[in-house]
């Protein structure tokens, strides 16, 4: 299981029990979008090779208001 928790410098994350953070700046880099416009799902594709994603992907910038 993965979880992510998000604040506005990055996503603490927690996969198959190891715990690290993603910050701001490297999310965007790896997606080409600003940290806002950037969706649970693709958080969940930097982190897992095969994610589950469940629901509709919500923005960052959602989750944070």
Known sequence: ?????FDDDGVDV???GTEFRLEKDL?????????????DHE??????????????PRRIGDILD
Not at 48 to 55: F, H, K, S, V
């Open 14 to 16: 927690v996969y198959e």
């Open 43 to 56: 958080v969940l594709k930097i982190v897992a090779e095969q994610p589950n994603l469940q629901g509709e």
């Open 1 to 5: 299981m993965t979880t992510l928790a």
């Open 27 to 39: 999310i965007e880099e790896a997606t080409e979008k600003s940290y806002h416009d950037v969706t």
